[in-house]
């Protein structure tokens, strides 16, 4: 990397702290430099960024703004690292904004992982956006991003066949950061649940984008998607540290999907995440040849991991063929620019 990355980072919720922190980290080693914070928060913007993210992180100059335009404008960033919401409507604008900026555009939006079923004008937009300025606009993160698109398929990459694959992940939310918590609507009761489900913006974001990056990158024509959401109930009293979950309350979700070829399901991914879990686990298993079957002890921990794939992804982005893409279209996924690889002779 001859210089510096020049990376915005737009959107300062519990991810983008932490990914603004792990930037700061890699301005230190020379690989990027944190140009630009973008928040509408009224008691973030104005301040030091250091003074937002707290912990040991020394006074940086890089106060924190509400105006993305003129953030952009002024720093002329190379990167923008995005983490506002999940759902691509809603952020569309704001990715064609720093776009316009000529910037490339690493987001944490769920839907923008695979937009093509969901939103199919819209990725022709962001598409032709991209293309234009010459940056590439892609979504990713822990899940989707990784434990259940990225990862499958990368353990099909010695296979001759694939005739299917199925993922399972289990993730104790206690563990996790309290929005996430708030997501598996931890604490709730059944009747609450239901309502929240009803929404249709309720549990995990993200699982059919993912079957479906699956399948498309398979070659599978599917003929149907299922797809169901139910809760899963505390056996036991929980306390998060953020919420006391009593036994019988809602301890957070069982979510599941499958895609169907000739009456038969190849393809599944199952996702529970819930407070209390015994044991937090990924596995993936793949019926090919020769067949895969890998067990991740313990878990992804997703909110580290979630921002190691944004922080990751932005160098690959920036060298990658200009357009809306997915993870599946980029180079495989690693960590770089560590404190060993600093003194590594090429």
Known sequence: MDSPLR????????IGQETARTVLEKEQIGSMSLVGVVDIDPDKAGRDVAAVIGGDVASTGVTVSDDADAVLADTNPDVVVHTTTSFLDEVA???????????????????LSFPYDRHPELSERLDRVAREEDVVIVGTGVNPGYAMDTMPLTATGVCTD??????ERVVDAGERRQPLQDKVGAGLSTEAFEEKKAGGTFGHIGLRESLLLVADELGWSLDEVEEELQPVHADAPVDTGFRQVEAGEVAGI???AAGLIDGERPLTLDLKMYVGAD?????????????IDLRFRGGIFGDTATVGMLVNTVPIAAGARPGLQTMADLPVPRAFASQRSTNSAR
């Open 7 to 14: 990376v915005v980072q737009y959107g300062l919720g519990p």
């Open 93 to 111: 604008d704001q990715m064609i904004q720093c776009a316009r900026a000529g910037a490339h555009v690493v987001s944490s939006t769920e839907e």
């Open 162 to 167: 694939v005739r299917g694959v199925h993922v």
């Open 254 to 256: 069982h979510h599941a």
């Open 279 to 291: 044991a937090s686990y990924d596995a993936v298993e793949v019926d090919g040849d020769p067949p």
